[in-house]
Nanobody
Framework: VQFVESGGGLVQPGGSLRLSCAAS????????MSWYHQAPGKERELVAT????????NYADSVKGRFTISRDNAKNTVYLQMNSLKPEDTAVYYC?????????????WGQGTQVTVSS
């Protein structure tokens, strides 16, 4: 299993970034995909989730209306479009793949990409 995350960087408050996470080594279209973030000294938190077929999304209250998660199952890639960025969005962002069936759950994690929002 391999993830290639990209798109992080330094951006001014109010700016935008688009994160990408290209996956391989598993059946991407069978997995729900999520983005998490972890700020220094804090626990990893769920930012957004998209269902395996892309028909359902959920967002943390802190990012609703600003962030959009999407996926392209033909390219085995999940995206996070981040608009109106705030300094409190500064964190390492991780993509996550989750397969769940009955009591069986399997998680895969990306290596993380740094997002810094600062003037």
């Amino acid at each position: 299993v391999q993830f290639v995350e990209s798109g992080g960087g330094l951006v001014q408050p109010g700016g935008s970034l688009r994160l990408s996470c290209a996956a391989s080594g598993f059946t991407f279209s069978s997995y729900a995909m999520s983005w998490y973030h972890q700020a220094p000294g804090k626990e990893r938190e769920l930012v957004a989730t998209i269902s395996s077929a892309g028909g359902s999304t959920n967002y943390a209250d802190s990012v609703k209306g600003r962030f959009t998660i999407s996926r392209d199952n033909a390219k085995n890639t999940v995206y996070l479009q981040m608009n109106s960025l705030k300094p409190e969005d500064t964190a390492v962002y991780y993509c996550n793949a989750r397969y769940s069936g009955g009591s069986y759950v399997r998680d895969f994690w990306g290596q993380g990409t740094q997002v810094t929002v600062s003037s």
